[in-house]
């Protein structure tokens, strides 16, 4: 089949081996257009991965009451924030969406109701991302909405249905931070490298062990593990993308760590592949 028939016909026939799954700690959306250590990172991963079919992300910059998918033909290019460079703004991500990818991703939900979104696009947590790992733009992608109401364990559930989908050449990609405050950002820092504050290194070394021993129920409860935790997660939406990505990782799959440093003592760009 070919690329741009995907969003037309047939997400694609099965594949004899699942495609990977990735958690990407997306950062700065300066990441988008500035060449350091991380977007090597990124880039290098995509070539150790074939090449998808198509893209489902979730990403920490899209919470809606419900959870919907992204269905358009043409997703527009979101820039989601502000205070930036002009060059920032004119970054344009033209990838194809996938409307059957978007069908077929809501006929595999049971447990939740997915509707169909014909407004939102690409935002940052996105786009800055995946045009590292294909530059190109010739990779149809949609997006996943993370519904603000639900405690994490739906969003582990849900994600879990849609493991079929690896099997069908596309990529699920998260989007996010695993310790993300910005409220503690020591901008004073940004530039001095893996620097962490005592609670952001604890959470982080906690749960990248979750991460690798597979115990996945403390990654669910994170609001358990104490203060570390709750400084390192004042608010879950960069968080459950890393629990979404999480919840597609079959027993025996090998479980690696790639871009495994802070920035700015309150945020970690700590990144997963799975597969």
Not at 141 to 147: A, G, R
Not at 221 to 244: Q, V, W
Request: charged share 20%; hydrophobic share 40%.
């Amino acid at each position: 089949m070919k690329l741009n028939d995907l969003h037309q016909l047939n997400i694609s026939p099965d594949h004899s081996q699942a495609m990977p799954v990735l958690f990407l700690g997306h950062g700065s959306p300066m990441n988008a257009i500035e060449e350091n250590e991380f977007v090597e990172g990124f880039r290098n991963i995509a070539k150790t991965i074939p090449k998808p079919a198509a893209i489902l992300c979730v990403s920490a910059h899209w919470e809606t009451r419900g959870t919907f998918v992204t269905a358009m033909e043409k997703p527009r290019t979101i820039h989601d924030f502000g205070g930036f460079p002009k060059a920032l703004y004119d970054v344009q991500y033209p990838a194809p969406g996938s409307p059957a990818l978007a069908d077929e991703s809501k006929s595999l939900v049971t447990a939740a109701h997915i509707e169909s979104d014909y407004q939102w696009g690409l935002d940052h947590g996105a786009w800055s991302v995946i045009r590292h790992l294909y530059p190109k733009a010739d990779v149809p992608v949609i997006q996943m909405s993370l519904d603000y109401l639900q405690p994490p364990r739906y969003h582990y559930d849900l994600m879990k249905e849609l493991a079929p989908l690896r099997k069908k050449g596309i990529l699920i990609i998260g989007s996010g931070n695993m310790v993300h405050n910005l409220r503690l950002v020591a901008w004073d820092k940004f530039d001095r490298s893996n620097y962490a504050f005592d609670w952001a290194l604890e959470a982080g070394d906690k749960m990248k062990k979750y991460i690798l021993n597979g115990d996945h129920k403390q990654l669910i409860n994170y609001r358990c593990h104490g203060k570390a935790f709750e400084l390192a997660i004042p608010t879950p939406e960069h968080y459950l993308p890393l629990l979404s990505v999480m919840a597609l990782k079959e027993e025996q799959e090998e479980v690696m760590l790639f871009n495994d440093k802070a920035v700015a003592g309150s945020l970690a760009m700590t990144s997963v592949k799975i597969g």
